[in-house]
């Protein structure tokens, strides 16, 4: 079975604090990507990050970084010194094939992050 | 920049009535897809069109039909529309066949059925 678990349904944190988001997939396949997509409130959904399955590096984009580990079937994202326009829901997605070797992606719950002043 | 361009933004329905979510891309990606998000559940895919000419059922299809116009455009109807049909619509696309192609989403298609 594939899945995307993001267990923590609303985290609420004070501008500068870091935050971390928790992503947990299943999957049998032995190739697969993984992804980050943030919704901000205004509702589209804006793409973050691409990880495959045999990279196992961690990425660092600005206040941004990814924590990808096979071991324990996480990919983690933080933020560091979290701002107000931080304030989204951030899914996790797991990339998948397809009836005939076509992708989907399968999405987790959310996590809906609140960024106070 | 317009990516994927889906219209209308918003619509209300009355149950049996029916209406088409349009859908076009301007990346000359080959493959669509229709999903729709509702509360803590993420999205679900309803259809997908691999390439143009091709139209297959995903997770949640019932109620639901596609048309792939052309490469470009991918449309989404209900026939008969249902309270259970309210949900926020999703149209994306991709390059095509590798599971590492980023899916690049639209605005949403925010539908509510009385």
């Known amino acids: 079975a594939q899945k995307v678990t993001q267990a923590q349904t609303e985290i609420s944190v004070v501008e500068k604090e870091d935050v971390t988001l928790d992503c947990v997939y299943e999957t049998r396949d032995t190739t697969y990507y993984l992804f980050w997509y943030k919704q901000p409130p205004s509702g589209e959904l804006v793409f973050l990050i691409r990880r495959n399955s045999f990279d196992e590096q961690n990425e660092i984009s600005g206040r941004y970084s990814w924590n990808f580990q096979k071991s324990t079937s996480s990919f983690n994202f933080t933020i560091t010194a979290s701002q107000v326009v931080d304030s989204a829901v951030y899914f996790c997605a797991l990339s998948v094939p397809f009836s005939g070797g076509y992708n989907k992606l399968i999405f987790g719950a959310g996590t809906r992050l609140a960024v106070h002043p | 920049n317009a990516g994927v361009t889906q219209t209308p933004k918003f619509q209300v329905l009355k149950t049996g009535q029916s209406m088409t979510l349009q859908c076009a891309q301007d990346?000359?990606?080959?493959?669509m897809y229709w999903y729709r998000q509702d509360p803590g559940m993420g999205l679900r895919l309803i259809y997908y069109s691999a390439s143009e000419g091709t139209t297959d059922k995903g997770e949640v299809p019932n109620g639901y039909n596609v048309s792939r116009l052309n490469k470009r455009e991918f449309s989404l109807r209900l026939e008969s529309a249902a309270p259970s049909q309210t949900s926020v619509y999703f149209c994306?696309?991709?390059?095509?066949?590798?599971?590492?192609?980023?899916?690049?989403f639209g605005e949403g298609s925010w539908l509510t059925v009385v």
């Open positions: 994306a696309s991709t390059a095509g066949r590798h599971t590492g192609n980023t899916i690049y």
């Open positions: 990346m000359n990606h080959n493959s």
